[in-house]
C-alpha cells in the first residue's frame, strides 16, 4: 500500500521523516563524493546525498544514471524514499562504488576544482571503474534505472560474497566482514574553543571514512553512537581522529589513536560461529608503550556475538580518552 497522502501526489510525512532521518545519520552529514558536510540534495536511483556543488556534475550524468532532488525543496516519490533507505546512504553505497580506487587515484575535497570534481565522479558512476568488474550494471532508459535496482539488492550480498569469480585479481578488494563500532563517550578531552570544544569522532579504515554527531560545548561529551566499517581482506589499523567543529574555519584535531584488528578478527574466526558457544572471553589486545590502550582490552563472546570493549588514550594531545565497543559480524550471518 501506498504512503502518499491522497489525492496530494506527494509521500506522507513519515516517510519524509524517513529520509530526514536518514540524512542526519553521521556518514550522511557530508557528501559521498567529496566530504563537503551538510549535503541538502541526494541521488534518488544511487542513495546517496550530495554537496550543491557534485549535485551539478550528478545532473550532468542524466536521470538514467543519478536521478537528483533536494531533500528539502523537492517532491518525492514513495518508492525514491524507499529506494534511498534500502541502500543505507553514503557509507554503505561508498563500500560498493568506491571499493577498488586504484592508486593515483584521489577522491575530490570539499574545496576541489568542477574539473577534479568532475573526472572523480564520472569514474566512479557513469564508468563504474571503482567497482569489482563483476558488480559492473549497465543502465537503461526505462522507468527506474536498472543500475538501482541492482546496486540496492545487492549492496549487503557483496559484503557476503564467498564465491566472486575476480576475486584474484590483482588489486581487488575483498571484504571478509563487518565491524559494528559503538563510540561511547570521551573524557577530559581538550579544549580547542574558548573554554569548551564541539567534538566528533572519525573512524577510517582503507578508503573508508565514518563519523558521529557533534556534541557541543562539552569536553565529556556523551555520543553512544554505532557505526559500520567493511573489513577488507588485506586490512590495516583502524585510524580514529577527534575533532572539534568550527563553522568558519577548519575544524581542529584533538588527538588521535589506532585500534589494531588483528586480535579481534583472529579470536572471532578461531572460534567460526559464536552462537554455538556460552558467555566467554576468547582473546585479549594487550596494552603497551606502542599502542594508546589504557588497559588490556578484552575480547568476549556475549549472547553469541563476538565483542571488544576498549579505552583508548588520544595521542598527539594535551588531555583525553575515547570509550569505544566493537562488534565483530562475519559475512555468513
Same mark, same amino acid.
Given at each position: 500500500? $501506498?504512503?502518499?497522502?491522497?489525492? $496530494? ?9 524517513? #529520509? ?48 537528483? #532532488? ?75 534505472s536498472s543500475l538501482?535496482?541492482?546496486? $540496492? ?25 563487518? #565491524? ?22 572519525? #573512524? ?66 578461531? &572460534?567460526?560461529d559464536a552462537g554455538? &558457544? ?56
Amino acid at each position: 500500500m $501506498s504512503n502518499r497522502v491522497p489525492g $496530494s501526489g506527494r509521500p506522507s510525512g513519515g516517510n519524509m521523516r524517513k #529520509l530526514k532521518e536518514l540524512m542526519h545519520q553521521s556518514d550522511n552529514r557530508t557528501c559521498a563524493d567529496c566530504g563537503a558536510p551538510d549535503p541538502k540534495w541526494a541521488s534518488a536511483n544511487i542513495g546517496v546525498f550530495l554537496c550543491l556543488k557534485c549535485c551539478g556534475v550528478h545532473r550532468s550524468l542524466g536521470t538514467h544514471i543519478s536521478k537528483v #532532488l533536494s531533500v528539502t525543496l523537492d517532491d518525492w516519490s514513495d518508492e525514491e524514499i524507499e529506494s534511498m533507505i534500502e541502500v543505507g546512504g553514503n557509507s554503505s553505497a561508498n563500500s560498493i562504488y568506491e571499493a577498488f580506487i586504484p592508486d593515483g587515484i584521489t577522491k575530490p575535497g570539499a574545496d576541489s576544482s568542477h574539473e577534479q570534481r568532475s573526472k572523480f565522479i564520472r569514474s566512479k558512476y557513469e564508468l563504474q571503474e571503482f567497482l569489482k568488474p563483476s558488480l559492473r550494471i549497465v543502465s537503461l532508459n526505462t522507468g527506474r534505472s536498472s543500475l538501482q535496482t541492482s546496486i $540496492s539488492r545487492k549492496i549487503m550480498d557483496t559484503f557476503r560474497s564467498t564465491s566472486d569469480t575476480s576475486r584474484n585479481h590483482e588489486g581487488m578488494v575483498e571484504f571478509i566482514g563487518l #565491524l559494528k563500532i559503538k563510540v561511547l563517550k570521551g573524557t577530559n578531552l581538550a579544549i580547542r574553543d574558548m573554554l569548551s570544544s564541539d567534538p566528533y569522532v572519525v #573512524l577510517q579504515l582503507g578508503q573508508q571514512k565514518v563519523q558521529t554527531k557533534v556534541v557541543t560545548s562539552n569536553l565529556n561529551p556523551v555520543w553512544d553512537e554505532e557505526l559500520m566499517l567493511s573489513v577488507p581482506q588485506q586490512f590495516g589499523a583502524i585510524k580514529l581522529q577527534v575533532f572539534d567543529y568550527d563553522t568558519f574555519s577548519a575544524d581542529d584535531i584533538m588527538g588521535e589513536a589506532e585500534i589494531d584488528l588483528q586480535p579481534l578478527i583472529t579470536s572471532a574466526t578461531a &572460534f567460526g560461529d559464536a552462537g554455538m &558457544f556460552a558467555n566467554m572471553q576468547i582473546g585479549k589486545w594487550l596494552k603497551s608503550h606502542d599502542n594508546a590502550l589504557i588497559d588490556d582490552s578484552i575480547i568476549n563472546i556475549i549472547d553469541g556475538k563476538v565483542k571488544q570493549e576498549m579505552s583508548l588514550k588520544l595521542q598527539n594531545v594535551e588531555s583525553g580518552e575515547v570509550d569505544l565497543e566493537v562488534e565483530w559480524l562475519p559475512l555468513d550471518q
